[in-house]
């Protein structure tokens, strides 16, 4: 089924909306929240929080890429529930990993999760990546998005983790080198 009919589905509150919602894009938002979480269990309960929240946001919003809007969903809570289970714990992890690394060019008296969140650090990091190369913003966003691992970037282009890690730190620098530019104290 189409995205666009999904939607329809969800704008006449069909409860077949969520249905079609699972059976197209349960294996993408899946993949998303186990990479933060790493946790069957949690992971699948992310799921269902991630298709009711669908159900109670569209309407009145309007997904133009149905796919990304339930990514963000999917991971926002997985990272939400990520922060409730291991508040106050030292685990490290894939996630913390590719976080600690974006915390050398936006860090600041806040925490990373909180400036990532602000609308403004947002706009620019958009507007940086629309800048970048294709190949350097697609590795970014698996990276930091998607919370991919050097090898699994590097398996994916098939380059060198070497080269993948070499990308990655210049253009966090570069990412830095621009938010200090648009006046973003770091």
């Known amino acids: 089924?189409?995205?666009?009919d999904i939607i329809k589905l969800y704008q006449k509150r069909s409860e077949r909306a969520i249905t079609e919602t699972a059976q197209k894009y349960q294996a993408y938002c899946?993949?998303?929240?186990?990479?933060?979480?790493?946790?069957?269990?949690?992971t699948e309960e992310c799921l269902n929080d991630t298709w009711l929240k669908a159900w109670n946001t569209i309407p009145p919003q309007i997904p133009k890429v149905l796919s990304?809007?339930?990514?963000?969903?999917?991971r926002n809570l997985a990272l939400?529930?990520?922060?409730?289970?291991?508040?106050?714990k030292r685990i490290d992890d894939r996630m913390?990993?590719?976080?600690?690394?974006?915390?050398?060019?936006?860090?600041g008296m806040e925490t990373v999760e909180s400036r990532v969140d602000s609308q403004e650090i947002v706009a620019l990091l958009n507007s940086y990546l629309e800048q970048a190369s294709e190949l350097e913003r697609k590795m970014f966003v698996r990276r930091y998005f998607y919370m991919d691992t050097l090898k699994e970037i590097a398996d994916g282009y098939g380059v060198k983790?070497?080269?993948?890690k070499t990308l990655l730190y210049r253009s966090r620098q570069k990412l830095k080198t621009y938010l200090e530019q648009e006046g973003v104290v770091l």
């Open 68 to 74: 990304a809007y339930l990514g963000k969903i999917a």
């Open 1 to 4: 089924m189409k995205d666009a």
């Open 30 to 42: 899946q993949t998303i929240a186990n990479r933060i979480l790493n946790d069957r269990q949690d």
């Open 161 to 164: 983790e070497s080269y993948v």
């Open 96 to 107: 913390l990993v590719s976080m600690e690394e974006l915390k050398d060019c936006i860090d």
């Open 80 to 88: 939400n529930m990520y922060k409730r289970k291991y508040a106050g």
